[in-house]
Structures are given as structure tokens and as C-alpha cells.
């Protein structure tokens, strides 16, 4: 099971209506078409959608995701599992409790964002199925992103944690991605370097691991 969640993450496309500079589904088939193995909903921040429209849009891109084994996590929205009937949940250190979600959804993958030490300290790693590990390198993509931490970042998680799939985030692109997998990763969760690229298919093409 974790050798091939980790097989699974290992191109992690994120993304939301709000990063796309065209239609949100052709740009998930473009990224399914250069490669990607994992897409999360991230519906989230200035101009991203709500209510009807989100979950409309969240049908479609699961159903993309489900026609091509493309595995879909959401984001944060623990109302949106069930009716897209996602394969996990992804969260930070500032949504619902791991605990919680766990409880909810005992065979969901659940996915949480580690920063730092003490967030890891403070979180119940047992209880999740891979590790969110940034942001590596600066982003402009998410307001509250917080200070880079580097790929030394990704080397300290993987030595405490030998077997659980750990995935870099944050300014990850096709020149830095190789180090993010070198430094012990398993994937790289990337929203912007996918979805402003001229070409979609060629730039997930591009990673080469
Ligand atoms: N989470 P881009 S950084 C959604 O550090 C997200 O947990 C981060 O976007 C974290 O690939 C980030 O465009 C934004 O830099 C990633």
C-alpha cells in the first residue's frame, strides 16, 4: 500500500479554478496527458468558486481524474468527500484535526502539510498516509505560504520517517524538481509551473523521474 501511494504521488498536480488561464477540465486532461499520477481540489483564495459551482466543477475533474487512475484528494473541504466520492483529504496544520477526519473516513487517504519540528511534534503522524513537506522554494501562489524551508526540509522528514510517502510542495518546477526527489521525496505537488505553462502536456513531460 505505501509503495504504491508513493508510485502515486509522484507528479501531484493542485489546483483550483482560480490558477487555471483556461478551462479548468482541459487543463487536468493536459497534465493527465503530459503524466500526472495525483490531482487535488484546491478550490481556494480570491476568485476561487463556492457552494453549486464548486461542486460542479469538483464532479467534473473527478470524474476526469477517475476515467484516466488519476487518484483525487480534496483540499481542506471535508463536505466535499463524500459527494465526489474523493480518495483522500488533504490538510494544513490550521484545518479539522487529523483525529477527527481519521474517525470520519477510517479508509481515506489523508495527507497533511508539515513545516516545520514542532508541527510535526504536535501532529498525530501515525494517523496520516503521506506527508506535504514546504514550502520548499518561494511561491507566489498561496497568500499565506510560509518561509521557505529547502530540500534540507524534505532530507530531515525522510530520515525520521523512512517509509511514509512524503511529497515536496511549493515553487517546484521542472529546473528544481529533480532535487526535491533526490533530497528523498516521493512526489512534487506543483500548481503553478503546470497550469500558467504555455504547453501543459510538454512541461509535465519535463519531469523526468
Ligand atoms: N501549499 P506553486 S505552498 C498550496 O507550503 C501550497 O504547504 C504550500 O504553489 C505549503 O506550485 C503551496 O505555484 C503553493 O508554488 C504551491
Known amino acids: 500500500m505505501t509503495s504504491t501511494l508513493k508510485k502515486r504521488l509522484r507528479k501531484y498536480l493542485v489546483m483550483g479554478s482560480q490558477n487555471c488561464k483556461s478551462?479548468?477540465?482541459n487543463t487536468l486532461e493536459?497534465?493527465?496527458?503530459?503524466?500526472?499520477t495525483a490531482f487535488q481540489y484546491r478550490e481556494k483564495?480570491?476568485?476561487a468558486l463556492t457552494g453549486d459551482a464548486k461542486l460542479h466543477l469538483g464532479k467534473q475533474l473527478r470524474e476526469t481524474c477517475h476515467r484516466h487512475n488519476v487518484l483525487f484528494i480534496v483540499n481542506d473541504d471535508i463536505d466535499l468527500v463524500r459527494p465526489l466520492d474523493a480518495d483522500g483529504i488533504h490538510v494544513g496544520q490550521d484545518d479539522k484535526s487529523v483525529q477527527?477526519?481519521?474517525?470520519?473516513?477510517?479508509?481515506?487517504?489523508?495527507?497533511?502539510?508539515?513545516?516545520?519540528?514542532?508541527?510535526?511534534?504536535?501532529?498525530?503522524?501515525?494517523?496520516v498516509d503521506y506527508l506535504g513537506a514546504g514550502p520548499i522554494f518561494s511561491t507566489n501562489t498561496k497568500a499565506d505560504a510560509k518561509t521557505p524551508v529547502g530540500v534540507e526540509w524534505v532530507k530531515t522528514l525522510r530520515k525520521e520517517f523512512p517509509n511514509l510517502p512524503i511529497v515536496g510542495i511549493g515553487g517546484i518546477n521542472t529546473q528544481n524538481a529533480t532535487?526535491?526527489?533526490?533530497?528523498?521525496?516521493?512526489?512534487?505537488?506543483?500548481?503553478?509551473?503546470?497550469t500558467q505553462a504555455l504547453n501543459?502536456?510538454?512541461?509535465?513531460?519535463d519531469l523526468k523521474f
Open 45 to 47: 483564495g480570491e476568485n
Open 30 to 36: 493536459s497534465a493527465i496527458a503530459g503524466g500526472i
Open 179 to 194: 532535487s526535491v526527489i533526490q533530497s528523498g521525496a516521493d512526489g512534487v505537488a506543483i500548481i503553478s509551473a503546470i
Open 200 to 205: 501543459i502536456t510538454e512541461v509535465v513531460n
Open 23 to 25: 478551462n479548468p477540465v
Open 100 to 127: 477527527e477526519i481519521r474517525k470520519s473516513f477510517p479508509d481515506k487517504i489523508i495527507g497533511l502539510s508539515v513545516s516545520n519540528t514542532r508541527e510535526v511534534t504536535n501532529s498525530p503522524i501515525n494517523m
